[in-house]
Structure formats: C-alpha cells, structure tokens
C-alpha cells in the first residue's frame, strides 16, 4: 500500500515561487515513478512533471517547462516540486501520483494518489 501526502500549498502573487512537498509512506519508494499533476476549478486533471525512479532525465509540461524543477529524495522518500515564477493560470489543486514501472504523463496509468494541496496565485 502506497500513501502520500503532499503539503506546502498556498496563496502566492504571480511571479511568486512555491514549494511543494509529497510524503510517501511506501516499503520501497526508489521502485517508484512519481509525478505531480494539478486540476483546476472546472478543467480535467493535467501532467505537470514526473521523475523516475532512478532519479534520471525528469520530464515538464510544456506550461511549467523552465519554472518549475522536480525532486526526489529516496533515502527521505520525498518528492518535490519547486515552483517560481507563478502566474494565474497555475491557479489549481496539485495532486502527488505514484506508479511502478516507466514515467507516464497520463494519470489514469497512476494507481497511487495523495489527497492534494490548493495553490492560488493572485495577480
């Protein structure tokens, strides 16, 4: 059984930085790709990054390419998602996700899901 939980959500002025933070309460998080997703009020759940388990070449959304830096820890069994340079439109809830095997940007290949932490970005 896998479970997260992510913290370090909140209300920042664009072009303000945040850093989230996910707990992963895993037997062997180093198994374990892992990826950030956000949903916005009325839209569908969308990719943002996702690092391997390795801790190798990580992959962004193009929206977040360049602002945003992910992060993992296998010994804190962590992963963070650093995020400067905000602006409105990253206005949404931020969902941690956790699966096995290759990096996915599709978060129905994720089975592991925390509860997630809002983050607003006022202008």
């Known amino acids: 059984q896998v479970q997260l939980v992510e913290s370090g959500g909140g209300l920042v002025q664009a072009g303000g930085s945040l850093r989230l933070s996910c707990a992963a309460s895993v037997r062997i998080f180093s198994s374990y790709v892992m990826a950030w997703f956000r949903q916005a009020p009325g839209k569908e759940r969308e990719f943002v990054a996702s690092?391997?388990?390795?801790?190798?070449?990580?992959d962004y959304a193009d929206s977040v390419k360049g602002r945003f830096t992910i992060s993992r820890d296998n010994v804190k069994n962590t992963v963070d998602l650093q995020m400067n340079s905000l602006n409105v439109e990253d206005t949404a809830v931020y969902y941690c996700a956790a699966r096995g095997l290759r990096v996915s940007g599709n978060p129905k290949d994720y089975p592991y899901w925390g509860q997630g932490t809002q983050v607003t970005v006022s202008s």
């Open positions: 690092i391997p388990w390795s801790g190798g070449k990580s």
